[in-house]
């Protein structure tokens, strides 16, 4: 496992699309579960030499008895999904480094053709194993129980008693991921839950946790994810003033933790709401890990209960006249195809809360047949649609200016030809300095002032770092009669 893959996947907000399939050990499993007319209905006890889960998960990230059969393992279904179910022990040991709760691989989760359901007691036998998906090598491993057999004990008890993560209750490290790593595998060093969030989260994986006055500290993803903070963020270091956590050398964050979505909604909310589940300032869920994040799987919708954070909007210029405005913007694979509402939004955002700049540099403008691959490079219309909704929503009409790049060649969404442009205001007396020709920018002296040739122009197009990748634009512009102002528009 190599570690900085690692860190990074649990410190990022993933941004690559993918589909928002079930946790990532819900593959299937190695072999068919056990008819059911081998599965006994009659309540049964556990045998006192009975493997507890805790012996399963070990005070490690991999069990110690990964590949061995296990045989009467006792618990109560906690939460149930469609190819398995969590099992929780509701006696707990005094040791906070092992786990009392695991994820049993049963495609359909039944026992005699019922389903199963959360306060189902079980006795479990089958083989433990450690997943980690094809797709995401590099990530932790689940320990789970694969082609299990099930006897049931009882029905409709009690779950287990809920862990409080922060104050009043176990507190995760504040600094620290992993810094032990061997050879680059997190799994190989020291096992250190007082010191390292890896660890810490993972002596609670798959048991009921709870917590308090919980607030957001990211937006709600377009997946249902959703970082928050306990009690308020109150005991959070690097928290910033906008309600977020703020990455630092020797800080990464690790008591951050997941919401999502997989049991029950979680609304869409903004940095710094506050949360609230049943009407109480609290989450509660089963703890998971997938995607390479750990994270917990809320049992009931997670509502906004007040508070965030307003969007910022640019003040407006206090002297007209000796002030110019400039501002960047990522349109977001913005074409013609695009809905009128993603079009009126980046109009008033650019008209309201950017306060209608005199030069803006706006990325991913897609190709007027956006991604078709079709061989169309122009951009023309693209453009066109966001100014005229610009001035549909208030604002000022904008000129705009970009260079098509070679169909395919800059990267982004297949056949979409993303590129960067650049839109400025005449009616502020500002101008484009327009200077034909097809090479790359170049600086030269005209009189006693530096120009740029040609203009607009493409900043080293034919450097390898600009291989696949959009490719910077820069211009040169004047403004009420002044001295030249040089814009570049890159896209980072």
Request: aromatic letters at 4%; hydrophobic letters at 45%.
């Amino acid at each position: 496992m190599a570690r900085a893959p690692l860190l990074l996947a649990f410190l990022a907000a993933a941004c690559a699309t993918r589909t928002p399939d079930l946790p990532a050990r819900l593959a299937p499993p190695p072999a068919a579960a056990a008819p059911a007319d081998e599965m006994a209905t009659e309540p049964v006890a556990p045998t006192a030499a009975a493997t507890r889960i805790r012996d399963i998960q070990g005070a490690a990230q991999r069990s110690p008895l990964d590949g061995q059969a296990v045989v009467d393992v006792p618990g109560i279904v906690t939460a149930v999904v469609k190819r398995g179910f969590w099992l929780q022990d509701p006696a707990p040991d005094e040791d906070p480094a092992t786990s009392e709760a695991l994820f049993v691989h049963l495609d359909p989760p039944q026992l005699d053709g019922a389903p199963l359901r959360p306060g189902d007691e079980l006795l479990v036998s089958g083989t433990v194993g450690e997943y980690v998906p094809a797709s995401r090598k590099g990530q932790l491993p689940v320990t789970q129980i694969d082609t299990p057999t099930l006897r049931r004990v009882a029905r409709d008890r009690p779950c287990p008693a809920l862990v409080r993560v922060g104050r009043g209750g176990r507190r995760p490290p504040t600094d620290i991921v992993c810094d032990d790593a061997r050879d680059g595998d997190a799994c190989a060093g020291p096992f250190d839950p007082a010191h390292d969030g890896l660890d810490f989260w993972e002596s609670l994986e798959g048991m009921l946790v709870e917590l308090d006055e919980p607030v957001a500290c990211s937006p709600t993803s377009s997946l249902g994810e959703l970082w928050v903070l306990a009690d308020g963020g109150a005991d959070v270091t690097g928290r910033n003033a906008r309600g977020g956590v703020t990455l630092r050398a020797g800080d990464v964050n690790p008591e951050r933790i997941q919401l999502a979505s997989l049991l029950a909604p979680v609304a869409r909310v903004d940095v710094g709401t506050r949360l609230a589940q049943d009407g109480q300032p609290r989450v509660r869920g089963v703890l998971d890990y997938a995607f390479a994040n750990w994270r917990l799987d809320v049992l009931a919708p997670v509502t906004a209960a007040g508070g965030g954070v307003a969007p910022e909007s640019v003040p407006a210029a206090a002297a007209p006249d000796r002030e110019l405005l400039v501002a960047c913007l990522n349109l977001e694979n913005l074409s013609p195809a695009s809905d009128a509402a993603k079009l009126a939004g980046l109009a008033r955002l650019i008209g309201d809360s950017l306060a209608a700049p005199d030069i803006l540099a706006v990325e991913e403008v897609q190709d007027d047949s956006g991604p078709v691959k079709d061989g169309t490079v122009s951009a023309a219309g693209t453009l066109r649609a966001l100014t005229d909704a610009i001035v549909a929503a208030g604002g000022p009409r904008y000129r705009s200016a970009d260079i098509a790049p070679a169909d395919g060649a800059d990267g982004g969404q297949p056949g979409a030809n993303i590129r960067c442009a650049l839109l400025w205001r005449e009616d502020r007396g500002v101008r484009l300095v327009e200077r034909p020709g097809a090479a790359a920018a170049h600086v030269v002296r005209e009189g006693d002032a530096p120009a740029l040739r040609p203009s607009p122009a493409l900043v080293a197009p034919q450097e390898p770092c600009w291989k696949d990748s959009r490719k910077p634009l820069a211009a040169e512009f004047r403004w009420g009669g002044g001295a030249a102002l040089f814009v570049i528009a890159n896209h980072w």
